[in-house]
């Protein structure tokens, strides 16, 4: 499994956001991922949602790759969409319809070989993973979320 991260808008809000509940969470994981000399990368797609309600400036670039849609995570999409549209019956989003960036993003950390996780603090996306996962499209990367402490993550001492 690889050394890389990719991590969704709903990270980044969290990151930046004080005021946010899984604030501490977020730079947590941050912090030990740095640290742990993981990659950090950022879809071009979790930029252009985050740039809807909040300034590209203010995303810590300089800690992260940028990782571009290219046409391999667009056919790898496609089987994930397929999958989830196929299956969409199964699943109880609260307040959401399907959305396509989750099928996106997922092709793209199970696309790039160097990805091991994606993390989040959107537990209806985890919803989208655990159907895949229990398909026959299973996403080759683990499904990290902020409501689940690093320490706990990553089996260490969280001191």
């Excluded at 509940?21 to 740095?34: P, V």
């Excluded at 300089?62 to 019956?89: E, S």
Aim: proline share 3%; glycine share 6%.
């Amino acid at each position: 499994m690889g050394k890389g991260v990719l991590c969704d808008t709903s990270f980044f809000i969290r990151l930046l956001d004080k005021s946010s509940n899984l604030h501490q969470s977020a730079k947590d994981y941050f912090r030990y991922l740095l640290d742990q000399d993981y990659r950090l990368l950022v879809s071009t797609i979790s930029i252009a949602e985050y740039a809807v309600g909040g300034s590209i400036s203010g995303l810590p670039l300089k800690n992260l790759q940028i990782l571009p849609f290219n046409y391999d995570h667009a056919k790898r999409t496609g089987q994930f969409a397929k999958t989830v549209f196929t299956k969409k019956g199964l699943l109880k989003l609260a307040e959401r319809n399907l959305i396509p960036n989750d099928s996106k993003l997922f092709a793209q950390a199970d696309v790039e070989k160097s990805i091991g996780f994606y993390i989040t603090s959107d537990l209806e996306s985890k919803k989208i993973y655990d159907l895949l996962h229990a398909s026959d499209t299973k996403p080759a990367f683990e499904f990290i979320t902020l409501q689940t402490p690093y320490n706990e993550q990553f089996g260490v001492l969280g001191l």
